[in-house]
């Protein structure tokens, strides 16, 4: 005659313990190495871009063609500048940046009468990210809240909002765009 042995309930076995109390401590870790992976940016650490082909693409059609740019493109949604740390159906894409238009480009878009452009305001001049303070000189930047809707229509690449600044004695253009991704 054999015994079988008998099992109480309400006893946990070891192995069953492990489990049960292991697996949040695992989700955790691995939950926090993703956030702290090497490689993940924030915007205020990415690099200052240069090439101009992205900003020729969404702005040529009403700056011209843009030459010796500094400029960042994020989005401004991503936590660390990876992943979304919750996700959402839309994007919003920071671009900022200065660039060059060709001679004699900011005159003639400042010097049309329907976009009335002006001096622009202290308070009109764009909070740029610390990467870019030395690409934008201080200068006598004029502002058009009329040439900014011109600009904001929408278009291939999004829906844009934003504020454009030029200085005319360096035919420079100063563009703060936000591009809403649904």
Known sequence: MSVEPVHQRGHTDRRRFLLIAGLPLLTAGAGLTYLLWPGRTRPSEAEVRTDTEPLNRRLRLFLGELTDAHWLGYDIDESGGGDRSIPGPDSR???????HLSAGGAAAITG??????????????????????????????QHSPGFDAYANETGPEGTPSGR?????????VQFDIMYLYT
């Open 164 to 172: 454009y600044l030029f200085d005319t004695a360096r035919d420079l």
């Open 93 to 99: 894409v920071r671009l900022v940046g200065v660039a």
């Open 112 to 141: 049309r009468p329907e976009h009335a452009f002006a001096p622009a305001a202290p308070s009109e001049l764009s909070e740029l990210p610390d990467a870019l303070k030395q690409y934008v000189p201080a200068a006598a930047w």
